[in-house]
């Protein structure tokens, strides 16, 4: 049987960038999308050397509508069908609270954070029905619970509510929807090294465990949080 192709949006660094190890060395041609192919290109060329698998980048806006829609037609042009995306391209803001953070810059999180995963599920349906394939989505547990003033959470939040919107839309097509909602995470993301948090590797693990499950298993949500540390 012919090697699973999954595409990941975002994947240039932190959860998109070890999740497509992990999927290599579990057999996934990938796919690697993000706005800049710099890294990418180099990130290709180890999956393919370390791992066996085919792997390509390609230059992807994810608020745009038209650019999703031509990286779903060229995955498929280059690998020769699409067996999963992990829609986790994702951004955070700069201040904090309603009060202290520039609408300008709530915009681009919400067109990146909510349209952008819709859009990427948008362009690739039909192909992921063809192959019944796997929808992930990164959440953040920010999105389940109340934090003060979170307009990301509040994306997020959003991105949970589309994830199973989806996968009542999907029911009955063989296609599964799995959302993924980490805690904190130590990746670029943040400007300072996190202490306590979890690294890209244990949420690429969850992801890796999501996809390769039996066709008649759905994991639903996994939320996946840092052990509270010893008290001593």
């Given at each position: 049987?012919?090697?699973?192709?999954?595409?990941?949006?975002?994947?240039?660094?932190?959860?998109?960038?070890?999740?497509?190890?992990?999927?290599?060395?579990?057999?996934?041609?990938?796919?690697?999308?993000?706005?800049?192919?710099?890294?990418?290109?180099?990130?290709?060329?180890?999956?393919?050397?370390?791992?066996?698998?085919?792997?390509?980048?390609?230059?992807c806006n994810v608020q745009s509508w038209e650019a999703q829609e031509q990286l779903v037609a060229s995955v498929v042009e280059h690998f020769g069908g699409l067996d999963a995306v992990f829609a986790n391209a994702g951004r955070g803001l700069?201040?904090?609270?309603?009060?202290?953070?520039?609408?300008?810059?709530?915009?681009?999180?919400?067109?990146?954070?909510?349209?952008?995963?819709?859009?990427?599920?948008?362009?690739?349906?039909?192909?992921?029905?063809?192959?019944?394939?796997?929808?992930?989505?990164?959440?953040?547990?920010?999105?389940?619970?109340?934090?003060?003033?979170?307009?990301?959470?509040?994306?997020?939040?959003?991105?949970?509510?589309?994830?199973?919107?989806?996968?009542?839309?999907?029911?009955?097509?063989?296609?599964?929807?799995?959302?993924?909602?980490?805690?904190?995470?130590?990746?670029?993301?943040?400007?300072?090294?996190?202490?306590?948090?979890?690294?890209?590797?244990?949420?690429?693990?969850?992801?890796?465990?999501?996809?390769?499950?039996?066709?008649?298993?759905?994991?639903?949500?996994?939320?996946?949080?840092?052990?509270?540390?010893?008290?001593?």
């Open positions: 049987m012919a090697n699973p192709t999954l595409l990941i949006t975002g994947a240039s660094t932190g959860i998109g960038e070890a999740s497509a190890r992990h999927a290599a060395q579990a057999g996934y041609n990938v796919a690697l999308a993000a706005r800049s192919t710099q890294r990418l290109e180099t990130l290709a060329e180890t999956l393919e050397n370390e791992y066996g698998v085919r792997s390509a980048a390609f230059t700069e201040g904090r609270g309603y009060g202290g953070s520039d609408p300008e810059e709530w915009r681009e999180v919400l067109l990146t954070n909510v349209l952008g995963p819709a859009l990427t599920v948008r362009a690739a349906m039909a192909e992921l029905k063809k192959t019944r394939g796997h929808v992930l989505i990164t959440g953040s547990v920010a999105g389940r619970r109340v934090m003060p003033g979170s307009f990301y959470g509040a994306t997020k939040s959003a991105v949970q509510s589309m994830a199973y919107n989806l996968r009542e839309e999907v029911k009955g097509s063989g296609m599964r929807v799995t959302l993924i909602e980490p805690g904190v995470v130590d990746t670029p993301f943040f400007d300072e090294p996190q202490e306590d948090a979890l690294t890209p590797d244990d949420i690429a693990r969850s992801v890796i465990f999501a996809l390769t499950q039996p066709k008649h298993v759905e994991v639903h949500d996994m939320c996946i949080l840092p052990t509270p540390p010893i008290e001593e």
